[in-house]
């Protein structure tokens, strides 16, 4: 599956943004779907996943209660809403999806073998 992420852009703290994740080739039935951030110097970090049939959803203790994942009403879209953004969640923004991986590990990025590009998220005054 090839997978599309956009919706990124500039924002001022405590705004949202909704980040989209698109998938082609396949649809994401029996997938999981994560997200992850890389800030500029940094690894690349876990943000959240969605496990597509159950629509059970995981979320860094960091985004928790101010970022939700969902899924689209088509089998092939994954949304990320982000809301009272802070300057510290600035970062390039990816999708990943896989179909085996375990839920012990959603957090891990080698779980996933399926990648898209990344989506600028930058949030300043």
């Known amino acids: 599956v090839q997978l599309q992420a956009s919706g990124g852009g500039w924002v001022q703290p405590g705004g949202s943004l909704r980040l989209s994740c698109a998938a082609s080739?396949?649809?994401?039935?029996?997938?999981?779907v994560g997200w992850f951030r890389q800030a500029p110097g940094k690894g690349r970090e876990f943000v959240a996943a969605?496990?597509?049939?159950?629509?059970?959803?995981y979320y860094t203790y960091s985004v928790k209660g101010r970022f939700t994942t969902s899924r689209g009403n088509a089998e092939t879209s994954v949304y990320l809403q982000m809301n009272t953004l802070k300057p510290e969640d600035t970062a390039v923004y990816y999708c990943a999806a896989s179909q085996t991986i375990i839920v012990s590990a959603y957090t891990n990025e080698d779980g996933y073998n399926f990648w898209g590009q990344g989506t600028q998220v930058t949030v300043s005054s």
């Open positions: 969605i496990r597509w049939n159950s629509r059970h959803t």
């Open positions: 080739g396949r649809t994401f039935r029996n997938h999981v």
